[in-house]
């Protein structure tokens, strides 16, 4: 089992107002990224549900992602993959139904 020390607190520096950390101060930086990120991704959720989590639909991606955009219709883990995808439809529909 994997733990992740957390220790929320208020924090105010570098400009950014007061925010929250999430992690002891004592924390290394990979501590510190697991631990936000399990914080916003349970705020994601506890907001949004499920529906904002998926699987990327790219041909031979099995990547997750987490949707925080406005219109919540994500459906690629990448701007590579939604590109690729993309460019495959237009080739495919160009070449016809003929192949
Ligand atoms: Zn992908």
């Keep these: 089992m994997l733990a992740t ?12 107002g007061l925010h929250l ?6 924390a290394s930086l990979v501590e510190r990224f697991r631990a936000t990120t399990l914080m916003q991704l349970s705020e994601l959720l506890c ?6 989590t998926g699987v990327c639909a790219a041909d031979g991606c099995d990547r997750v992602y987490a949707d925080a955009s406005r219109a ?3 459906r690629f883990c990448s701007e590579a ?15 016809g139904p003929a192949g």
């Design 47 to 52: 907001e949004h549900g499920l529906s904002r």
């Design 21 to 26: 950390h999430y992690a002891p101060p004592s």
């Design 5 to 16: 020390p957390m220790h929320p607190h208020l924090a105010a520096h570098g400009g950014f």
């Design 72 to 74: 919540g219709r994500r």
């Design 81 to 95: 993959c939604a590109n690729r995808t993309n460019v495959a439809a237009f080739r495919a529909r160009r070449r």
